[in-house]
Each structure stands twice: as structure tokens, then as C-alpha cells.
């Protein structure tokens, strides 16, 4: 409901939305809507905290990134950035405007602002203390750089035939550019990766497809638009070479670096560590609270052996595509090194996801037979196109990780085996997502039209079914501890937590489509219709 309420006053606004139009929008009557929050302010300032609250956690995802300043730096400024199009910042402008009439909304969004400058001002100084930024008051230039953001994302909304988003990626870059002591130009940068990556996709669209020379704009125009297109090349190129540095400096052996044999990582099937917590929503249901400690250990582990089962054959396809990818990548290419590297890391979370699956003794299957043979066809893909592949990998990679994530921060103690696992897991996850990411925002924004509406339109689709194979509860899982149906249906299928869940475990290959061009008022569609869509919280500013 508050979610549906986000959407409506984002439309509306705060000053026209009515308490009806909400309660139309959410299929329920005012008196229920009444019942829950009593009042319209009430309802309202709860709903902005939904948003807030949402955005608070992109937050923490960009502080606990794994990453340089820099590359923490140029995710949070993609999260606020003004350029991105978003309902969000219209409900952030609108928020503001309301603040000064109401105490709730000026606490929470003056709580977020604050969160936002804590976490830039964290970010340069760590820069400042590595070297990578020049910067003698950190706290100055946050402020600065949020005005200025702030601004902009006011002008580009109340007035947007104003600035177009290129110009307000570069007003920005360079003007974080100079604030950190690093000239605009990149050749002239102490860290040449930063500034053409920082907010490389939208500003540099139209430079790449060459349009600048089509148009009648001033030489220098035009030749700073070609030293971006050369900034851009040399700047993918950059983290692609990075990419492979970070992996020999820093892998993970599954016989060498994990003390299976330790007695502190013996796997007991009965172990209360292996129990369901929140993140698994099973954990909470009468039905499983009322097992014996026994069996909710062994449902426990049944989960995360399976997840383990699923990821190593989702891997088992995805390095199949990579050599399929390689065998055709020309002589020199960047790309093969890095593919090489994470197919070598993917062999390696292969055998510690099967050791993991062995050591529990349980009679684990993976993906349903059915689905097994269909998935079949994804080491093939590249040889369509390598842009549908990445999206199938981000499809694999991004739930698994966002799950992962999740387990760690739940406050739990964990199985010590179970977290070390998860933990170099995340580590070099952290890479290829990172490689795809940059590979799709490389390539996409160059392919002709009709190839990135197919892509467009097949994107949402292969996301969506892929979420739910990641997500989905095991059937053997549920035949073996007899779970009825009913539970199932209310803890996995009817329930709007597990509908969110699979909404925001693809988040944020969600912002990147939007990011590179892919979503328009017809993909949209069909990322609603799969039930991926989030109107209100993707890229809500700081
Ligand atoms: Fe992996
Ligand atoms: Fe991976």
C-alpha cells in the first residue's frame, strides 16, 4: 500500500493527491486506508518514509561495496545522479517542498540528506587518505557537490527542456573533477579510470553513435566530444585491465583457503545455525516454528545446500557462454584475459558450492529436469548476441548476490563454513558483475535501434524468470518435509515480501537498463507484467 501510495503522489504530488486516489490505486476503501494510518498526513509521511527507507539501503549497498573511493564514489554519484529519469527525484523535489510545512517529512528528509553527505564525505576522505583525491575539505566539497546535484535535479525536473542530461552529467563530473584536484580532461587525471566512468552512459550517448558529426556544432565541440568517445574506449578498457590486476592479486582457492576438515566446519544437519531466519520468510511462519529444532535445522540447510546446487549449475552455463564468448574474440582483445580469469573463478565456486552440497549429506537437486534441459540453450547465446548473454548473467548473478548479501547482514551466527563460502563469493562476484555491467554500458548504447529494442524487450523477460528460478522454494524441499500447500502458496507465492523481494533482488541490473537505454514506455510494460518493475524506489536521490 505504501509502495502504491509512493507511486500516486509521485504522479500527483503531495498538494493534489487525495486519500481516494490512493485507495483507488491499491484495489482497497478509504476507511481501510483510514483504519491503518488515520490521517492523511500520516499516511503521507509513512509513505515517504517507504521511499526513504529504500534509499537509505542503496546507501549502505554503495558504503559496504567492495571497491576503491573511486568506484565508490562514482556509485553513489550514478545513485543521486539528476540525469538518471526517475519518479523518484519527483517525489524527493516534491518531499522538500512539503518539509517546510510538516515536521515529519522535514525530519526524514533532512535524515536522508544527512546520510547521503556522511557517505560522500567518507568516501573522499578515504580517497584523500589513499591518494586518489586531492581535497582539503572534504566536508566543504560535499556540501558543494549535493548543492549543485540538488540543483540541477530541480531544474531538470521543473524545467526539462532546460539542460539536457548530457550537459548535466558534465556539469557534474567536471565539477567534481576540479573539487578533487583532477583536471576534466582525462589524459591529464592522476586516476585516469575516474572521470569517463564516473557518469560515462547517458553523457557520451550521442557521441558515440557519432551524431556530433552530423551536426553543425563548433569544432571545439566536436573535438571534445572525440576525446570523450577516446576517453570512454580507453577508460572500458581501463577496468577491464583493472579487473584482471584484482583477480590474480586477489582469489580465492576452495582446497587451499577453506579448512573443510576443521572441526569448527563439520556440517551436523541438526545444527541450530542452519535454522531460517527473516531473509527466508519460511523462518518466520507458525507451520515451521512449530518443527522440532531438529527439522527446522535440516529445512535450514536443505535451502542453502540448494541455492548452493542452483548457483553451481547456473555457473556451469555461464562459463560455457564465456569460452563461447572467448573463441571468437580477435587477437589483443582485452576481454579474453578477464573472461579467462572469471571462468576460472567460476571453476572454483563450482567445486566449493558441490563440496559444500556433499559435506550435507542431503539428497540436494538443482534446477526442476524440465528447466535443466531448456537452460541448455544459454552457453549459446553469445553466438546471438553477447549483449542478451550479460543480461542472462546479470540475471544469475545479481539474485544470488543480493541474497547472499543479505544473509550476512541479518544479524545472525552463522555456520563458519557457510559464511566463508559466502563471503569469497561475494568477493569476486563483486568482479563479474562489475565486468557485465561495464560491458553492457560499452556496448549497448552503440547497437542500431531495432537490436536494442530486442534486447530491450528481451531483457526483462530473461530477468524476471531467472529471479525465480534464484528465489524460488525447492520442491523436493517441500515433498521431503511435507509442507502443505497452503504455506507454500502464503510464504512464497501470495505474499507481497516474496513479490518484493524478487522486485528488489534485481534492482539494480534494473537501474542499469534504465541506465543504458533500455526501458521505454513499452519494456516497461513487460517489466511489470513479469512483476519486476519498482516505480518508486530505483535511484530515489540521496
Ligand atoms: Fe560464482
Ligand atoms: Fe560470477
Redesign the pocket.
Known amino acids: 500500500m505504501l509502495k502504491t501510495a509512493c507511486e500516486v503522489i509521485a504522479e500527483q504530488g503531495f498538494g493534489h493527491t487525495r486519500t481516494l486516489d490512493i485507495a483507488r490505486a491499491a484495489g482497497v476503501s478509504q476507511a481501510l486506508l483510514f483504519y491503518h494510518f488515520e490521517t492523511k498526513e500520516r499516511l503521507f509521511a509513512m509513505a515517504f518514509g517507504y521511499a526513504a527507507r529504500q534509499h537509505l539501503n542503496a546507501l549502505t549497498d554503495v558504503e559496504q561495496s567492495a571497491g576503491t573511493p573511486t568506484d565508490r564514489l562514482r556509485s553513489l554519484l550514478r545513485l543521486c545522479s539528476p540525469a538518471i529519469p526517475t519518479e523518484g527525484w519527483r517525489l524527493w523535489i516534491d518531499a522538500w517542498s512539503e518539509a517546510m510545512r510538516s515536521t515529519e517529512l522535514e525530519e526524514t528528509s533532512r535524515r536522508i540528506d544527512a546520510r547521503g553527505r556522511t557517505l560522500m564525505r567518507g568516501i573522499i576522505e578515504a580517497g584523500v587518505a589513499c591518494g586518489e583525491f586531492d581535497c582539503p575539505d572534504p566536508d566543504s566539497t560535499t556540501w558543494r557537490l549535493f548543492a549543485l546535484i540538488d540543483g540541477l535535479a530541480v531544474q531538470t525536473h521543473a524545467h526539462p527542456k532546460v539542460l539536457s542530461r548530457r550537459r548535466v552529467n558534465v556539469l557534474i563530473r567536471s565539477a567534481a573533477a576540479s573539487e578533487l584536484g583532477c583536471p576534466r580532461r582525462s589524459s591529464e587525471c592522476r586516476d585516469p579510470h575516474l572521470f569517463p566512468v564516473l557518469l560515462d552512459s547517458p553523457y557520451n550517448y550521442w557521441a558515440r553513435r557519432g551524431v556530433h558529426a552530423m551536426t553543425s556544432a563548433p569544432s571545439s565541440t566536436a573535438a571534445r566530444e572525440r576525446d570523450e568517445q577516446v576517453a570512454s574506449r580507453s577508460a572500458y578498457r581501463a577496468v577491464i585491465e583493472r579487473l584482471s590486476k584484482a583477480s590474480v592479486d586477489k582469489h580465492w582457492e576452495p582446497y587451499r583457503d577453506i579448512p573443510w576438515d576443521d572441526p569448527e566446519f563439520h556440517v551436523d544437519q541438526t545444527d541450530p545455525r542452519w535454522e531460517l531466519a527473516g531473509v527466508d520468510r519460511l523462518g518466520g511462519h507458525p507451520w515451521y516454528l512449530s518443527r522440532s529444532p531438529e527439522v527446522r535445522a535440516r529445512i535450514g540447510l536443505w535451502r542453502v545446500a540448494t541455492a548452493m546446487k542452483i548457483g553451481l549449475q547456473f555457473?556451469n552455463l555461464?562459463k560455457r557462454g564465456l569460452l563461447n564468448y572467448a573463441y571468437r574474440l580477435p587477437n589483443g582483445s582485452p576481454e579474453f584475459r578477464y573472461v579467462y580469469h572469471?571462468t576460472t573463478e567460476?571453476a572454483h565456486h563450482g567445486m566449493m558450492f558441490q563440496e559444500f552440497v556433499n559435506r550435507t549429506g542431503l539428497p540436494i537437486r538443482g534446477m526442476p529436469g524440465p528447466l535443466s534441459v531448456v537452460a541448455q540453450v544459454a552457453p549459446w547465446i553469445p553466438l546471438i548476441s553477447t549483449e542478451l548473454f550479460f543480461i542472462f548473467v546479470l540475471g544469475g548473478?545479481d539474485p544470488i548476490d543480493h541474497v547472499q548479501r543479505r544473509l550476512l547482514k541479518d544479524g545472525r551466527v552463522h555456520h563458519p563454513l557457510e559464511e566463508t563460502i559466502i563471503r569469497i563469493h561475494i568477493a569476486e562476484?563483486a568482479r563479474?558483475i562489475s565486468f557485465a555491467r561495464h560491458y553492457l554500458r560499452n556496448r549497448v548504447p552503440r547497437m542500431p535501434a531495432y537490436r536494442r529494442l530486442l534486447l530491450g524487450i528481451a531483457s526483462p523477460i530473461i530477468l524476471g524468470v531467472m529471479a525465480r528460478i534464484m528465489l524460488a522454494p525447492p520442491g523436493p524441499m517441500i515433498r521431503r518435509f511435507r509442507i502443505p500447500a497452503s504455506v507454500v502458496t502464503e510464504v512464497y507465492l501470495r505474499n507481497p515480501a516474496a513479490r518484493q523481494e524478487i522486485r528488489d533482488s534485481v534492482g539494480k541490473t534494473r537501474e542499469l537498463c534504465a541506465e543504458i537505454g533500455l526501458i521505454n514506455p513499452l519494456t516497461r510494460r513487460i517489466w511489470q507484467v513479469m512483476g519486476i518493475w519498482e516505480a518508486a524506489a530505483p535511484s530515489a536521490p540521496r
Do not use: D, K, P, Y
Open positions: 555457473e555461464l572469471e567460476e548473478e562476484e563479474h
